[in-house]
T-cell receptor
């Protein structure tokens, strides 16, 4: 059972545009929602994270929008740059932390065209 | 800052051979994990260790075994490799289960 559904699977955006990746979850016990960024040949690395007590978190050009009632959260990359080309994973974990760590979405392969 | 270190980085195995992927973290983390990454499948949890001395099965444990050797080290063993185990393997750790997970650089395994 996939508990975190991520879309789209791949995305092409022009340089300077806005990249938007969406995730939906089912488990209302989830309490922590991070996004990971992975460059080719590297391991995923934490990009930005949010807890459900806020509806938005911004760090530079990266923003997480969170809709608790809809059980959805999204990553927005403003002024997208070729260096943002990577695979992005959303994830979730339960309050207090489930012993098995994070539940990941299947990933979005983002390409920023110059 | 070493973080999570895993070896080897690349390995080619013949079907039926065995091997062990080694992982060590220097962040004094309690929890450690092994994931595999396949195209279109995302990151799937193989085994995890919530604390030293404990290990548990994840989503795709069949064909694998693990050992939490001490707080720093968590190894993944393939007893009889199969082509379906061709994948990229990531070791990871976190201070506490459910918190930020830190990944190693990955191990590319091909089984022929």
């Amino acid at each position: 059972q996939q508990q975190v559904k991520q879309s789209p699977q791949s995305l092409i955006v022009q340089k300077g545009g806005i990249s938007i990746i969406n995730c939906a979850y089912e488990n209302t016990a989830f309490d922590y929602f991070p996004w990971y960024q992975q460059f080719p040949g590297k391991g995923p690395a934490l990009l930005i994270a949010i807890r459900p007590d806020v509806s938005e978190k911004k760090e530079g050009r990266f923003t997480i929008s969170f809709n608790k009632s809809a059980k959805q959260f999204s990553l927005h990359i403003m002024d997208s740059q070729p260096g943002d080309s990577a695979t992005y994973f959303c994830a979730a974990s339960m309050k207090g932390g489930g012993a098995d760590g994070l539940t990941f979405g299947k990933g979005t392969h983002l390409i920023i065209q110059p | 800052n070493a973080g999570v270190t895993q070896t080897p980085k690349f390995q080619v195995l013949k079907t039926g051979q065995s091997m062990t992927l080694q992982c060590a973290q220097d962040m004094n983390h309690n929890s450690m994990y092994w994931y595999r990454q396949d195209p279109g499948m995302g990151l799937r949890l193989i085994y995890y260790s919530a604390s030293e001395g404990t290990t548990d099965k994840g989503e795709v444990p069949n064909g694998y075994n693990v050992s939490r050797l001490n707080k720093r080290e968590f190894s993944l063993r393939l007893e009889s490799a199969a082509p379906s185990q061709t994948s990229v393997y990531f070791c990871a750790s976190s201070a506490l289960s459910g918190n930020t997970i830190y990944f190693g650089e990955g191990s590319w395994l091909t089984v022929v």
